[in-house]
């Protein structure tokens, strides 16, 4: 076209009348190929005026002939060399971003399926991290942030997906990012939790019987595969302990309902497993004893004596499970919100009483009879309504109790093979074995019910010890001089009782209180190896006093003179 174009907008274009804004482009591109701007500025106005008057529905006249379903304002036209136009028609690339998208949302409706195909959920992944749009710094960073909240939420589906995550990402490094990031700190915690489960299920793991028959369904416990050790019972408590407290993620990996029936089962008071074969021994080993000192020679009979262990164990247990741990789970039933104080904190006067009643009263089968009944009955009420000091430390809080009780225990031993008779012995060791317990169990409800109090009143508490370990001194001093061994046992519930009554401050010693009692016991050492056992009773009973007395100083001083 190299002249002025005339005629109507239609026959400029070369088309008919038509609303069809793209193949009004498509002319106009097709007429710009033969009409050069350079070569013929008019007949490209012409153009351009016909194209722009097509676009807005205006004819030759000037009247609007149609309107264009679109609102929106035509666009202007650049004027473009050939070759642009002619681009510019063809149909554009996809979008790398949109590509993205979809793989992400197949990776995503792969892992809601019911059945996760590992593989296909691996090469979803990896065309996600391989598609080009990864190379866009936002699409990157918005990329990682999805993976790890998708990893992190939809686990175990997307174990799978951890370690070639943090290969690519980083996770786990030292960056600060990677150190506060919520999700990644959850998929760092489950890394450490699948770790966790292949030790176990390793043969030679101590948690391997138990985790087999944790991930397995559930089979009933019966007594006798207990007996025969097939239900490893405290194994199981174990690994469940184990767990919850440190890798939390890794129960889902477990048999949920063989745990739900674990669970269960543990809520119930059981024998244990030695229990249950003690148990089972009692009758044919009392049936022994009896025929053996029936039947045996006198030399032979006494040997017999030995079959009373299974029993007596036996015994024990069933005092642990249906005297201490029944009454417990029904204390705990009955008062979810709290019980009166004095059955709360009872026990602590009870067990002086019973202190007090064991030395005192006559010593008899019958009072020793009645002194023990007396006393497992305050160490039940301890052991139900009280609460041991449970707390994490480098020795499980069973051996830290029984280190901590033990002194006491030691020293009456010592006083009763010397100088205490059999009956008084029998009648006192009743009371002082519910004396440990209530120390064991009553030290963190009374060290709470210590806290409660104002400062006057912890100032009071205070020299009420430090003057029951005075009046227990004087009467340590007179029985020593005097030499009535009559008065020992009375000795024994005076220390008893003021190593109880300072035992609520125990918790605010820390360390001290260890070191002091080591250091202590060097000095009672060289007392039993210089003065033998009289002075090992009475050097016994001055640290054990002296302990009492120094820990009530330092907790009393350091509360009174603080500030808050």
């Given at each position: 076209?190299?002249?002025?174009?005339?005629?109507?907008?239609?026959?400029?274009?070369?088309?008919?009348?038509?609303?069809?804004?793209?193949?009004?482009?498509?002319?106009?591109?097709?007429?710009?190929?033969?009409?050069?701007?350079?070569?013929?500025?008019?007949?490209?106005?012409?153009?351009?005026?016909?194209?722009?008057?097509?676009?807005?529905?205006?004819?030759?006249?000037?009247?609007?002939?149609?309107?264009?379903?679109?609102?929106?304002?035509?666009?202007?036209?650049?004027?473009?060399?050939?070759?642009?136009?002619?681009?510019?028609?063809?149909?554009?690339?996809?979008?790398?971003?949109?590509?993205?998208?979809?793989?992400?949302?197949?990776?995503?409706?792969?892992?809601?399926?019911?059945?996760?195909?590992?593989?296909?959920?691996?090469?979803?992944?990896?065309?996600?991290?391989?598609?080009?749009?990864?190379?866009?710094?936002?699409?990157?960073?918005?990329?990682?942030?999805?993976?790890?909240?998708?990893?992190?939420?939809?686990?175990?589906?997307?174990?799978?997906?951890?370690?070639?995550?943090c290969d690519r990402f980083g996770w786990g490094g030292r960056g600060l990012r990677q150190r506060d990031h919520?999700?990644?700190?959850?998929?760092?915690?489950?890394?450490?939790?699948?770790?966790?489960?292949?030790?176990?299920?390793?043969?030679?793991?101590?948690?391997?019987?138990?985790?087999?028959?944790?991930?397995?369904?559930?089979?009933?416990?019966?007594?006798?595969?207990?007996?025969?050790?097939?239900?490893?019972?405290?194994?199981?408590?174990?690994?469940?302990?184990?767990?919850?407290?440190?890798?939390?993620?890794?129960?889902?990996?477990?048999?949920?309902?063989?745990?739900?029936?674990?669970?269960?089962?543990?809520?119930?008071?059981?024998?244990?497993?030695?229990?249950?074969?003690?148990?089972?021994?009692?009758?044919?080993?009392?049936?022994?004893?009896?025929?053996?000192q029936w039947l045996l020679p006198p030399e032979w009979s006494a040997l017999s004596i030995l079959l009373i262990?299974?029993?007596?164990?036996?015994?024990?247990?069933?005092?642990?499970?249906?005297?201490?741990?029944?009454?417990?789970?029904?204390?705990?039933?009955?008062?979810?919100?709290?019980?009166?104080?004095?059955?709360?904190?009872?026990?602590?006067?009870?067990?002086?009483?019973?202190?007090?009643?064991?030395?005192?009263?006559?010593?008899?089968?019958?009072?020793?009879?009645?002194?023990?009944?007396?006393?497992?009955?305050?160490?039940?009420?301890?052991?139900?309504?009280?609460?041991?000091?449970?707390?994490?430390?480098?020795?499980?809080?069973?051996?830290?109790a029984a280190f901590s009780e033990i002194y006491l225990l030691a020293w009456w031993l010592v006083l009763a093979?010397?100088?205490?008779?059999?009956?008084?012995?029998?009648?006192?060791?009743?009371?002082?074995?519910?004396?440990?317990?209530?120390?064991?169990?009553?030290?963190?409800?009374?060290?709470?019910?210590?806290?409660?109090?104002?400062?006057?009143?912890?100032?009071?508490?205070?020299?009420?010890?430090?003057?029951?370990?005075?009046?227990?001194?004087?009467?340590?001093?007179?029985?020593?001089?005097?030499?009535?061994?009559?008065?020992?046992?009375?000795?024994?519930?005076?220390?008893?009782?003021?190593?109880?009554?300072?035992?609520?401050?125990?918790?605010?010693?820390?360390?001290?209180?260890?070191?002091?009692?080591?250091?202590?016991?060097?000095?009672?050492?060289?007392?039993?190896?210089?003065?033998?056992?009289?002075?090992?009773?009475?050097?016994?009973?001055?640290?054990?006093?002296?302990?009492?007395?120094?820990?009530?100083?330092?907790?009393?001083?350091?509360?009174?003179?603080?500030?808050?």
């Amino acid at each position: 076209m190299t002249g002025a174009v005339t005629g109507s907008v239609w026959d400029t274009l070369g088309i008919a009348r038509t609303r069809d804004q793209k193949e009004i482009k498509r002319a106009y591109a097709r007429r710009l190929k033969e009409t050069n701007p350079e070569d013929d500025p008019e007949g490209f106005k012409t153009l351009r005026t016909a194209y722009e008057r097509a676009l807005a529905g205006v004819d030759d006249s000037g009247d609007s002939v149609f309107v264009f379903p679109s609102l929106k304002k035509p666009e202007k036209v650049e004027a473009t060399p050939v070759e642009a136009a002619q681009d510019a028609a063809e149909p554009s690339p996809p979008d790398p971003r949109q590509i993205h998208a979809g793989l992400q949302g197949r990776l995503e409706n792969l892992l809601r399926k019911r059945q996760v195909d590992p593989d296909a959920v691996l090469a979803a992944f990896t065309a996600v991290l391989k598609s080009p749009a990864m190379d866009l710094v936002d699409v990157h960073a918005a990329t990682e942030e999805w993976l790890a909240w998708l990893i992190a939420n939809r686990s175990p589906r997307t174990d799978i997906l951890i370690a070639p995550g943090c290969d690519r990402f980083g996770w786990g490094g030292r960056g600060l990012r990677q150190r506060d990031h919520f999700h990644v700190q959850r998929i760092l915690a489950r890394q450490r939790d699948l770790n966790f489960l292949g030790e176990i299920r390793k043969a030679d793991s101590e948690h391997n019987a138990a985790y087999r028959i944790l991930s397995a369904p559930p089979k009933p416990v019966t007594v006798l595969s207990r007996l025969l050790g097939q239900a490893p019972t405290h194994k199981i408590s174990d690994l469940l302990d184990v767990v919850r407290r440190e890798y939390p993620t890794a129960i889902a990996d477990l048999n949920s309902e063989t745990v739900a029936q674990w669970d269960d089962y543990q809520a119930r008071p059981q024998l244990g497993t030695w229990g249950l074969r003690f148990a089972a021994a009692s009758p044919p080993c009392l049936v022994g004893l009896l025929l053996g000192q029936w039947l045996l020679p006198p030399e032979w009979s006494a040997l017999s004596i030995l079959l009373i262990i299974p029993p007596a164990f036996a015994v024990a247990s069933l005092i642990g499970v249906y005297g201490f741990e029944m009454p417990r789970r029904m204390w705990l039933s009955a008062f979810v919100y709290g019980a009166p104080v004095w059955l709360r904190y009872g026990w602590a006067l009870a067990i002086v009483a019973a202190l007090a009643a064991a030395a005192a009263l006559p010593a008899s089968p019958i009072t020793a009879l009645a002194v023990a009944a007396a006393s497992l009955v305050v160490a039940m009420w301890a052991r139900t309504t009280g609460q041991a000091d449970t707390s994490d430390g480098q020795l499980p809080w069973q051996l830290r109790a029984a280190f901590s009780e033990i002194y006491l225990l030691a020293w009456w031993l010592v006083l009763a093979f010397n100088l205490v008779p059999l009956m008084p012995f029998l009648q006192m060791s009743a009371a002082m074995v519910a004396a440990a317990v209530v120390s064991a169990y009553g030290q963190r409800p009374m060290f709470e019910l210590w806290l409660s109090w104002p400062k006057w009143g912890r100032l009071l508490y205070g020299l009420m010890v430090l003057g029951l370990a005075t009046g227990t001194a004087v009467l340590l001093n007179d029985v020593a001089r005097a030499g009535a061994d009559a008065w020992w046992p009375g000795v024994a519930a005076a220390v008893a009782v003021t190593v109880l009554a300072h035992r609520p401050l125990i918790p605010l010693l820390g360390e001290w209180g260890f070191r002091l009692k080591w250091y202590s016991m060097i000095g009672l050492v060289w007392f039993a190896l210089h003065g033998g056992a009289a002075h090992v009773v009475i050097a016994g009973a001055a640290v054990l006093l002296f302990w009492a007395v120094a820990h009530t100083i330092l907790v009393t001083a350091r509360d009174t003179f603080s500030r808050t």
